[in-house]
C-alpha cells in the first residue's frame, strides 16, 4: 500500500533536526540493549539477569529464545507501550484493531474476540495480564521487559502457546533514591512524565512510589467532520511497593497500582469505495484524514477507549531448608469500554460499544533450590476469576433506503473460571558442560457461563449505557430486523466447560566454553477453550470453542566470541498448532471465534552484536518466519468473492496454504551506538537504528486489498549527559522518513465494498530531559 499524504513538506528547521539526528545515536531497545548500555564504557557485555525460568539467571545461559530490554532503555528511547516496541523487535507484532488488540509472537496470537485467553501472555511481576485488552496498559517504572519466545506454558500457565511478555518493576532498594524523565514530542504534541522515589522507612523497610502520565494532544489522522487530531490521548497511574526484610531470611513485597487509560477519537479510515452510491465515502485515500463520525443521532457519540485496571498484590521469599520458598498472591480488576465506527461513511450506520469487567484473584507457590548436581523449581497456581462482557452494536440502514428503525443486537457474556495447576521443573547437571530438563505441568480449568443475545430499541447517548438501562430498552417486535445482522435473540444459562492438560518440557543443554552454549527444546502446551460472547446462532453447544494445542521443537546457541567483542543468538523453531482459536470477520458485521484444524510457524532467528572499541557496538538481527494456516477451510469470503458467488449459495473459502495475519516472511535491523567523552564530564552518544519488515496482510480473510508492502523507519538520537552526574538531555527522532504502514484492515460494516484501516504513527521528534539521584 502506497500512502498518499497531504500533509505539508518538513520546515527547514524540522529537516535541520532530521540532520542532527542522522547523526546521532539512537538508544538501543532490541535484545541487548541493556548489555549495550552496560558495555559502553568497559567494552564488556558482562551480565544481564533474566528471570524467564523463574528464578535470576545470566541471559546468554537461559535456553530460551528471549530478548530482553532494560527499563532504563525504555525510557531513553520513549518507550512507554507495548506498541511501540514492534519496529524493533521483528517477532512481535502489535495492534489495536477495531476493538479488540492483537499481540503476535512469530506469527501467532489471539484478537478480535473479548472471549479468548490470550496465547501471548503478559505477567507483571508474575500475575498474569491475560485479557485482550490488558496489552494497553502503560509500561512504567520498569526494571526490565522480557520477550519470550515460543510456548512457555511450563513455568506460566496454560494458554500462553505462543510467547509470553515477562515485565518486572522496580522494587525499593535499602538506600534512597529518584528518577524523572520527561519529554515532549513536536509533531503530535506529547508530553510523557514517568518516575519514581525510593525512601527507606528503617533499615529493614523501604517504600518506593512512582506515577506516569502521558498526553497526546494531536494525534496523527485528521477528523474533518470533528475537526480533530485523532487519537488523543491522556494516560496515567500510579504504583507504591513496601519492602520489608524482618530477618536475612525472609523478604515482602507489597504493592498496590492504578492506571487510567482515555483515548478519544479512532484511527479506522476507508481506503476503497463502497459499492452504495447513497453513502459514497467523501474521499479514500489511507492518509492521515478521515471523514467518520457518530456524533449525530441516533447514536451521538465519538469513538474512544476508557480504561482502568486496579492491581493489588503481595510477594513472600522464605529461605528455608537450602532452597527458597515464594508465594506471589495477587488480586487486580478491570474495566474497558470503547466505541468503533466502522461503516466508513460520515452517516450513523453503524457503532460498537464492547464492554467489559473483569475481576481476578490469583495465588501461586513455589519452591527452588539445588540439591547436589540438580537444580529444581515446584510449584502450585489457584486462580478465580470473572467476566462479564457487555457488547451493543447499533445498526441503522434508514440512510440506505431501507424502511426500518434502528435496531440494537446486545450480546452479553457471565463467566467464572477456576484454574488448578502444578507443575515440577527438574534440572541435571550430568557434567559442567551438559545439562538435562525436564518438566511437567498439569493444568484443570473449569469455565461456567450464561450467555445471551436480545434486541433493544436505539436511543441517542447509549454509548455509556449499563446492561440494565439496555434491558429496558429490550424490544421483541425488532427481532425481524435483527435477524438481519446477528441470528437469533436467545439466552443460554449454565453453559459448562472442562478440561484437563499435561504440558510436557524436556530441554538439552550443552557449554561449548563458560560464556557460550547450544540447546534444544521440545514443549507440549494447550490454551484453555470458552465460549463466544458474540455467538448468535440457537444451539448452546455451538457456543463453546475447544483448546488449542501446540508442539514446538526449538534448538539455538548463545555465546561471546573474539574475546568476547562479538555476542551472537540464534535458533531454529517449529511449532504446530491443533485447532487454533481464530477469530474472523463473517462479511457482515461481527468476528466470529472458530478452531483451525491446524496451523504452523517455522522459522530462524539470528542476533549479532560487535563491540569493536569501548563506547563502540554495531547490532545487527533478523527474523525468518514462515507462518501460515494448514488446514482451514469454511472461512467467510471478501467482497470481491462475494459478488462472483451465484445468488442462493453462501461463499466460502479455504485458507489452508495462506499465511497468517500481519505476520511479515522476513524482518530485522541494523543499529550503531557510539558513547564518547565530549568535554570534561560530559559524554555524547551517537547513532542510528534502520528496522523494516516484509509485506503482511493486515486482515484476517487474506483479501488482497489488505495488503501492506515492505517497509522500513529510520530512529536516531543524540545526547548529552553527564559522565558521573545525575542527568542527560537527547533529541530523539522516529520514524524521520515518514513511513506509515496499514495496522489493521477490514471490510467496513453495511456499507458493501469498502475497506478501511488504521495507520501507524508518523514522524515523531521531540526532546527528553532526565536526571536521578
Known amino acids: 500500500m502506497k500512502f498518499q499524504k497531504s500533509r505539508f513538506q518538513a520546515s527547514r528547521a524540522s529537516m535541520f533536526v532530521i540532520g542532527a539526528l542522522m547523526a546521532g545515536a539512537f538508544v538501543p531497545t532490541g535484545a541487548h540493549a541493556q548489555r549495550e548500555a552496560e558495555a559502553s564504557a568497559?567494552?564488556?557485555?558482562?551480565?544481564?539477569?533474566?528471570?524467564?525460568?523463574?528464578?535470576?539467571?545470566?541471559?546468554?545461559?537461559?535456553?530460551?529464545?528471549?530478548?530482553?530490554?532494560?527499563?532504563?532503555?525504555?525510557?531513553?528511547?520513549?518507550?512507554?507501550?507495548?506498541?511501540?516496541?514492534?519496529?524493533?523487535?521483528?517477532?512481535?507484532?502489535?495492534?489495536?484493531?477495531?476493538?479488540?488488540?492483537?499481540?503476535?509472537?512469530?506469527?501467532?496470537?489471539?484478537?478480535?474476540?473479548?472471549?479468548?485467553?490470550?496465547?501471548?501472555?503478559?505477567f507483571v511481576d508474575n500475575i498474569a495480564y491475560n485479557r485482550d485488552q490488558d496489552a494497553r496498559l502503560p509500561l512504567f517504572d520498569i526494571e526490565r521487559l522480557e520477550v519470550l519466545k515460543g510456548p512457555q506454558v511450563l513455568l506460566y500457565g496454560t494458554s500462553t502457546t505462543a510467547g509470553a511478555l515477562n515485565i518486572t518493576t522496580k522494587k525499593p532498594g535499602d538506600t534512597f533514591a529518584a528518577d524523572l524523565s520527561s519529554s515532549y514530542e513536536f509533531n503530535n504534541n506529547e508530553l510523557l512524565?514517568?518516575?519514581?522515589?525510593?525512601?527507606?522507612?528503617?533499615?529493614?523497610?523501604?517504600?518506593?512510589?512512582?506515577?506516569?502520565?502521558?498526553?497526546?494532544?494531536?494525534?496523527?489522522?485528521?477528523?474533518?467532520?470533528?475537526?480533530?487530531?485523532?487519537?488523543?490521548?491522556?494516560?496515567?497511574?500510579?504504583?507504591?511497593?513496601?519492602?520489608?526484610?524482618?530477618?536475612?531470611?525472609?523478604?515482602?513485597?507489597?504493592?498496590?497500582?492504578?492506571?487510567?487509560?482515555?483515548?478519544?477519537?479512532?484511527?479506522?479510515q476507508p481506503y476503497a469505495q463502497t459499492v452504495i452510491p447513497a453513502v459514497a465515502f467523501p474521499e479514500i485515500r489511507l492518509d492521515d484524514h478521515r471523514s467518520v463520525s457518530n456524533a449525530g443521532a441516533p447514536y451521538g457519540a465519538?469513538?474512544?477507549?476508557?480504561?482502568?485496571?486496579?492491581?493489588?498484590?503481595?510477594?513472600?521469599?522464605?529461605?528455608?531448608?537450602?532452597?527458597?520458598?515464594?508465594?506471589?498472591?495477587?488480586?487486580?480488576?478491570?474495566?474497558?469500554?470503547?466505541?468503533?465506527?466502522?461503516?466508513?461513511?460520515?452517516?450513523?450506520?453503524?457503532?460498537?460499544?464492547?464492554?467489559?469487567?473483569?475481576k481476578q484473584f490469583s495465588h501461586e507457590m513455589r519452591y527452588f533450590g539445588e540439591a547436589g548436581p540438580i537444580e529444581y523449581v515446584a510449584g502450585g497456581y489457584f486462580e478465580w476469576n470473572k467476566l462479564n462482557?457487555?457488547?451493543?452494536?447499533?445498526?441503522?440502514?434508514?440512510?440506505?433506503?431501507?424502511?426500518?428503525?434502528?435496531?440494537?443486537?446486545?450480546?452479553?457474556?457471565?463467566?467464572r473460571t477456576h484454574t488448578y495447576s502444578g507443575y515440577l521443573d527438574l534440572t541435571y547437571h550430568v557434567t559442567s558442560q551438559l545439562s538435562v530438563e525436564a518438566g511437567v505441568r498439569y493444568s484443570r480449568i473449569k469455565k461456567t457461563a450464561d450467555q445471551e443475545t436480545f434486541a433493544y430499541r436505539v436511543v441517542p447517548g447509549s454509548a455509556n449505557y449499563t446492561l440494565a438501562q439496555y434491558r429496558a430498552l429490550q424490544d421483541s417486535s425488532l427481532n425481524p430486523t435483527f435477524s438481519r445482522f446477528g441470528g437469533a435473540p436467545h439466552s443460554f444459562v449454565g453453559l459448562r466447560n472442562k478440561e484437563g492438560h499435561w504440558?510436557?518440557?524436556?530441554?538439552?543443554?550443552?557449554?561449548?566454553?563458560?560464556?557460550?552454549?547450544?540447546?534444544?527444546?521440545?514443549v507440549k502446551g494447550a490454551k484453555a477453550g470458552g465460549f463466544d460472547y458474540i455467538y448468535s446462532g440457537t444451539n448452546p453447544a455451538l457456543a463453546r470453542f475447544d483448546s488449542e494445542a501446540a508442539e514446538s521443537f526449538e534448538i539455538g546457541a548463545k555465546g561471546l566470541i573474539a574475546d568476547g567483542k562479538i555476542e551472537f543468538a540464534i535458533d531454529a523453531f517449529r511449532t504446530t498448532f491443533t485447532d487454533l482459536?481464530?477469530?474472523?470477520?463473517?462479511?457482515?458485521?461481527?468476528?466470529?471465534?472458530?478452531?483451525?484444524?491446524?496451523?504452523?510457524?517455522?522459522?530462524?532467528?539470528?542476533?549479532?552484536?560487535?563491540?569493536?572499541?569501548?563506547?563502540?557496538?554495531?547490532?545487527?538481527?533478523?527474523?525468518?518466519?514462515?507462518?501460515?494456516?494448514?488446514?482451514?477451510?469454511?472461512?467467510?469470503?471478501?467482497?470481491?468473492?462475494?459478488?462472483?458467488?451465484?445468488?442462493?449459495?453462501?461463499?466460502?473459502?479455504?485458507?489452508?496454504?495462506?499465511?497468517?495475519?500481519?505476520?511479515?516472511?522476513?524482518?530485522?535491523?541494523?543499529?550503531?551506538?557510539?558513547?564518547?567523552?565530549?568535554?570534561?564530564?560530559?559524554?555524547?552518544?551517537?547513532?542510528?537504528?534502520?528496522?523494516?519488515?516484509?509485506?503482511?496482510?493486515?486482515?484476517?480473510?487474506?483479501?488482497?486489498?489488505?495488503?501492506?508492502?515492505?517497509?522500513?523507519?529510520?530512529?536516531?538520537?543524540?545526547?548529552?549527559k553527564a559522565e558521573n552526574g545525575p542527568w542527560e538531555v537527547a533529541i530523539f527522532g522516529k520514524n524521520l522518513t515518514d513511513k506509515q504502514y496499514m495496522e489493521f484492515a477490514a471490510q467496513t460494516v453495511l456499507t458493501s465494498g469498502g475497506e478501511l484501516a488504521s495507520i501507524s504513527r508518523g514522524r515523531q521528534i521531540g526532546l527528553r530531559f532526565g536526571i536521578r539521584y
Open 42 to 122: 568497559t567494552g564488556s557485555p558482562d551480565d544481564i539477569v533474566v528471570t524467564a525460568r523463574r528464578r535470576s539467571e545470566n541471559q546468554r545461559d537461559v535456553p530460551v529464545a528471549i530478548s530482553s530490554v532494560s527499563g532504563d532503555q525504555l525510557v531513553r528511547a520513549n518507550i512507554a507501550a507495548v506498541r511501540d516496541l514492534v519496529v524493533t523487535q521483528p517477532a512481535l507484532y502489535f495492534s489495536y484493531g477495531s476493538a479488540a488488540p492483537f499481540t503476535l509472537i512469530r506469527g501467532f496470537g489471539s484478537g478480535s474476540n473479548i472471549s479468548f485467553d490470550q496465547a501471548v501472555g503478559k
Open 193 to 268: 512524565l514517568q518516575g519514581g522515589v525510593t525512601t527507606p522507612l528503617t533499615e529493614k523497610a523501604s517504600v518506593r512510589v512512582a506515577g506516569y502520565y502521558q498526553r497526546l494532544a494531536k494525534g496523527w489522522v485528521r477528523n474533518d467532520l470533528t475537526g480533530t487530531n485523532d487519537p488523543r490521548d491522556k494516560n496515567y497511574g500510579v504504583r507504591g511497593t513496601v519492602r520489608l526484610e524482618p530477618t536475612d531470611a525472609l523478604t515482602v513485597f507489597l504493592k498496590a497500582e492504578y492506571t487510567n487509560v482515555e483515548q478519544r477519537g479512532g484511527l479506522l
Open 581 to 720: 482459536q481464530v477469530s474472523i470477520y463473517d462479511g457482515v458485521a461481527t468476528f466470529l471465534v472458530s478452531n483451525v484444524g491446524k496451523a504452523r510457524t517455522q522459522g530462524v532467528e539470528a542476533e549479532v552484536t560487535w563491540r569493536p572499541m569501548p563506547g563502540l557496538s554495531v547490532n545487527l538481527n533478523g527474523t525468518y518466519l514462515d507462518a501460515k494456516y494448514i488446514s482451514f477451510p469454511g472461512v467467510a469470503c471478501y467482497y470481491a468473492l462475494q459478488v462472483l458467488t451465484p445468488a442462493g449459495q453462501v461463499c466460502r473459502q479455504d485458507l489452508s496454504g495462506t499465511r497468517t495475519p500481519m505476520s511479515s516472511k522476513w524482518g530485522g535491523g541494523a543499529r550503531v551506538n557510539y558513547e564518547h567523552p565530549l568535554t570534561g564530564d560530559l559524554l555524547m552518544t551517537e547513532g542510528v537504528e534502520v528496522s523494516g519488515r516484509t509485506g503482511f496482510n493486515a486482515g484476517t480473510i487474506n483479501n488482497p486489498r489488505h495488503y501492506q508492502k515492505r517497509f522500513a523507519q529510520l530512529n536516531a538520537q543524540v545526547g548529552i
Open 389 to 415: 462482557i457487555t457488547s451493543p452494536s447499533q445498526f441503522n440502514i434508514q440512510p440506505l433506503g431501507a424502511p426500518v428503525p434502528p435496531v440494537g443486537r446486545m450480546a452479553t457474556l457471565d463467566q
Open 302 to 358: 465519538l469513538d474512544f477507549v476508557d480504561m482502568h485496571n486496579e492491581t493489588y498484590q503481595s510477594d513472600v521469599q522464605w529461605k528455608l531448608l537450602g532452597g527458597t520458598l515464594a508465594a506471589t498472591t495477587g488480586y487486580r480488576k478491570s474495566f474497558v469500554r470503547q466505541s468503533a465506527d466502522a461503516d466508513g461513511s460520515n452517516l450513523p450506520l453503524f457503532q460498537g460499544v464492547p464492554t467489559s469487567y473483569y
Open 503 to 522: 504440558q510436557p518440557q524436556v530441554v538439552l543443554q550443552y557449554k561449548l566454553d563458560p560464556r557460550s552454549m547450544v540447546y534444544a527444546k521440545y
